[in-house]
């Protein structure tokens, strides 16, 4: 969204807090203010818990409407002489940067201590991604012949779990100054949209209020998905209902149609063999009759249709009729004829034998 938008979706958040502020029975999360959310347009039901972490983040600092400057990427020479590799302390034992530091303050405590630390960091990295490709987990410790003991705390220290990297990771990046230059990377708390640290502990009234506010804003959400879950199985409920009643309609007309052309079936068929075309100049209602029962030719808007095109719908399907039924009726007529000489051949007979 642009700079625009975002502050139309806060103003109308805040709109939901100042009117549960002067109106107390008002809920800032109601169903009708989630559908006021959603009639904004271009925003989603999934996005509401963002939004409202986003709204209050930015009672606090109103610089988060704007876009952050955009800092084109380093060219491909800046990058070849940065020489990224050598300079990255943690891709070689002896890192370049390091070992100038080393090199300027040797006898400095501090220098000593970070580059103690960044071998044995080091050392203990090698060892994971070498332990990686073996079957059997070999413990990190020093050298034999170095002659040290261990106890089984040292041991745990020089071998820490997952888990015990990732909480002190966390605890790391909770204080000191690495929290403040990685704020901006932490994940936004939905409940306050505090983003200053991992956890917030729920020692006051306001994180207890805001906490309400979060559980009333699912349960609008949670009431506005069953209202629209009723609604879409009523509509699909009330569509197959129609769709049924459809069909039965459909059935009973074609039972009537049936029942109907069997009744003037035999008619009509003898009315097409005496007069054959001439029922071309029959009423409309019977050329009507013949389209849709005889011939059962299906017409658009039939009832409307006039004289003259009922004429030239039903000429050719009485010449293609006729067409057929010709052939049939002169053999029925020869064989009609041959049995009545077949007759007459066999009374002559017994005439002469008499």
């Not at 986003?54 to 020489?83: G, H, I, K, M, R």
């Not at 580059?115 to 020093?142: A, I």
Request: hydrophobic share 35%; glycine share 4%.
């Amino acid at each position: 969204m642009d700079e625009a938008q975002r502050r139309e979706v806060a103003a109308l958040i805040g709109s939901f807090y100042d009117a549960s502020r002067v109106d107390a029975s008002k809920d800032p999360w109601s169903i009708e203010n989630v559908k006021k959310y959603l009639n904004l347009g271009y925003v989603k039901l999934d996005d509401i818990y963002k939004f409202r972490a986003a709204y209050l983040a930015t009672l606090q600092d109103d610089s988060l409407f704007v876009e952050p400057p955009f800092f084109s990427p380093a060219s491909d020479t800046d990058v070849a002489s940065s020489n990224l590799l050598e300079k990255h302390d943690g891709f070689a034992l002896k890192p370049k940067k390091l070992m100038e530091e080393y090199e300027e303050n040797r006898h400095d405590v501090n220098v000593q201590a970070k580059v103690f630390n960044h071998f044995s960091n080091f050392v203990c990295t090698k060892h994971v991604v070498d332990n990686k490709k073996k079957k059997s987990q070999v413990q990190l410790e020093p050298t034999p012949g170095l002659n040290v003991e261990l106890s089984e705390d040292q041991r745990r220290l020089l071998n820490p779990t997952v888990k015990d990297v990732q909480i002190s990771e966390l605890i790391d990046q909770a204080q000191g100054e690495r929290a403040r230059k990685k704020e901006a990377k932490r994940r936004q708390d939905i409940f306050s949209g505090n983003i200053g640290s991992y956890s917030a502990i729920l020692n006051s009234d306001d994180k207890l209020q805001n906490l309400k506010d979060y559980n009333d804003l699912s349960a609008s959400v949670a009431i506005y998905n069953a209202e629209k879950d009723a609604k879409a199985k009523a509509s699909s409920k009330k569509k197959a209902e129609e769709a049924a009643e459809r069909a039965k309609n459909k059935a009973n007309k074609e039972a009537e149609q049936a029942k109907k052309r069997d009744e003037l079936l035999p008619g009509l068929q003898q009315e097409l063999l005496q007069k054959g075309s001439a029922i071309l100049d029959l009423p409309d209602k019977r050329l009507r009759e013949y389209i849709r029962y005889f011939f059962q030719k299906k017409v658009v808007n039939l009832q409307k249709t006039k004289k003259e095109q009922l004429k030239a719908i039903l000429a050719p399907l009485v010449e293609q009729h006729q067409a057929v039924i010709a052939p049939l009726e002169a053999s029925a007529s020869a064989s009609d004829s041959g049995v009545s000489a077949d007759a007459n051949a066999g009374g002559d007979g017994v005439a002469e034998s008499v």
